[in-house]
């Protein structure tokens, strides 16, 4: 997929390393701004006991 990709882009080697390393930079980007926040509230490995207050009687 990713060589079928920078085969895709055009210009030569340099502009297409540049290309690919822009495309990655949105990539990673739109994860991190819409993806891993919407599918936060859906990992149960989030949730935390420490320091919740628990009284001992």
């Known amino acids: 997929m990713y060589a079928w990709i920078f ?3 055009p210009g030569p080697l ?3 390393i540049i290309q690919t390393l822009i495309l ?3 990539v990673v980007y ?3 701004t819409w993806v891993f926040p919407w599918l ?3 990992n ?3 949730d935390s006991t420490i320091g ?3 009284p001992l009687r």
């Open 14 to 16: 340099w502009l297409r």
């Open 30 to 32: 739109a994860l991190m």
């Open 44 to 46: 149960p490995f989030t």
């Open 7 to 9: 085969r895709h882009l």
């Open 24 to 26: 990655l930079a949105a």
């Open 40 to 42: 936060n509230q859906y």
């Open 52 to 54: 919740l207050y628990l």
